[in-house]
């Protein structure tokens, strides 16, 4: 197998492991700020039990997050030299606004929510889970910034020639807010959102179905229930403008989504389908002039489509984009729909008592995630063969000194070493489950726990 694409394979294997967590800590980051905010404005003990319960887990993920992390940056320099080399300058000013504003903030206050329950006021410990909470959605803002600059490059020159050439910054705003910056950051924001709330929404469902914890699960699942049914239709929003962003400024990728060849014809929308590359002919269920209609309002407006790219500049896996864009959408759709028929047996009082809905919720825990990982698969497959948007090809950025067979050595060190990392986060996430929200030492120790706890468990 060629250098290059193992090289592709190692980071994408890298990034998508490390992908499962991150999006897990905003969005619970998100719940623990609900709960503990819930529990200083009613000083119920549930919401302060619930805040306890889920930090637990947080920790988890978050400790499992910055160790797979890791790895990423040293791949940079180890098998991509020349891309590293051309755009040190973008992503060491990111990279540094990430260190500064945001881990710094999160870690900070990272020892308070971890180790303040008791020793601390009620709101100074809120304040600290606040502050880790806003500390993870500015470090997805650095690192989506940075990705986004791949996408669509601005604020920046280009010096030297050949292997030696860089790009340097000359406008850090411009940078930053960059054409398709803010659409997608807001997207992955309502993914990790969503992807937190789920792991909730699932674990509690499990308690439910189980005939455990049943009053502070049908308050923990109801808050989580709001969240993920407000946050999945948001995200037909932004997804809508992510998908306009990508028409104006990478026309060849949105062809690819889609599987449209027409130079210059009415596009139609798949629901799902398969796209031969060969002959350039989709099969599957479409709406005609879809496409055309959510982009121009206009049933037969033209859409650029791949047949007007040279063919060394189009999408070479144009089948694996498309699929992995629409098994993006199909996920969200379906999240939709679970959460606003939830929403609705919710309000008719008769959610708790259908134990297949519930099911259903325990299951779709998986559902974010995969759309998460389809939905980067899409964006990052999309824009080849350019690793930085018409500036620097792929082919061209990976290191040459590397060759195939330590990529290969690495490759199979790092499955089974984040194999082990991925069997022990299941062990210890089953584990903190099967103990449940009510910690034996902390009821021990607090009569009023105990007279909570004897409460809620009769």
Do not use: C
């Amino acid at each position: 197998m060629e250098t290059e694409i193992l090289a592709r394979i190692q980071f994408a294997f890298t990034v998508a492991f490390h992908y499962i967590y991150p999006p897990l800590s905003i969005g619970l980051g998100l719940l623990l700020v609900i709960f503990e905010g819930i529990y200083l404005r009613t000083g119920k003990a549930v919401y302060h039990t619930l805040a306890h319960f889920w930090t637990k887990i947080f920790a988890l993920t978050f400790g499992i997050g910055v160790v797979t992390g890791i790895v990423m940056e040293f791949e940079f320099g180890t098998n991509w030299a020349v891309y590293s080399r051309y755009v040190g300058d973008i992503f060491g000013s990111a990279l540094a606004a990430e260190g500064i504003f945001a881990f710094a903030l999160e870690s900070g206050f990272l020892g308070v929510l971890l180790f303040g329950w008791n020793r601390v006021k009620p709101w100074v410990h809120f304040v600290s889970t606040l502050g880790v909470f806003l500390g993870s959605m500015f470090s997805a803002v650095w690192i989506v910034v940075a990705n986004s600059w791949q996408q669509t490059p601005a604020g920046y020159h280009i010096v030297g020639e050949g292997f030696n050439a860089r790009a340097e910054i000359t406008d850090f705003w411009a940078m930053v807010f960059n054409p398709s910056s803010v659409e997608r950051l807001l997207h992955v924001w309502l993914g990790a959102f969503l992807a937190g709330a789920f792991l909730v929404l699932s674990v509690h469902a499990y308690y439910l179905v189980k005939g455990k914890h049943i009053e502070i699960s049908k308050k923990a699942f109801k808050i989580a229930l709001y969240v993920a049914t407000f946050f999945s239709l948001a995200q037909l929003a932004t997804g809508h403008a992510s998908a306009e962003g990508v028409a104006h400024n990478q026309p060849a990728k949105l062809a690819a989504l889609e599987g449209h060849y027409p130079e210059s014809a009415a596009a139609d929308l798949y629901l799902f389908g398969w796209v031969d590359n060969e002959t350039k002919e989709v099969t599957g269920v479409k709406l005609p002039g879809g496409l055309s209609f959510l982009l121009h309002q206009d049933w037969n407006a033209p859409v650029t489509g791949l047949d007007a790219f040279p063919k060394d500049e189009q999408p070479g896996q144009v089948n694996a984009v498309f699929q992995f864009y629409h098994i993006m959408i199909s996920i969200g759709m379906a999240l939709i729909g679970l959460t606003v028929f939830g929403f609705i047996q919710l309000k008719r009082k008769k959610l708790f008592d259908q134990k297949w809905l519930l099911k259903a919720f325990i299951w779709a825990v998986l559902l974010p995630q995969i759309a998460n990982q389809a939905g980067w698969f899409a964006a990052e497959m999309g824009r080849q063969p350019w690793v930085v948007y018409g500036l620097l090809r792929t082919d061209e950025a990976f290191s040459q000194a590397v060759s195939a067979n330590q990529i290969w050595f690495s490759l199979i060190l790092f499955f089974v070493i984040y194999l082990l990392l991925f069997v022990l986060f299941l062990y210890l996430l089953n584990k903190k489950i099967q103990n449940g929200p009510f910690d034996k030492t902390r009821i021990q120790k607090n009569p009023r726990q105990q007279a909570y706890t004897q409460i809620l468990t009769e």
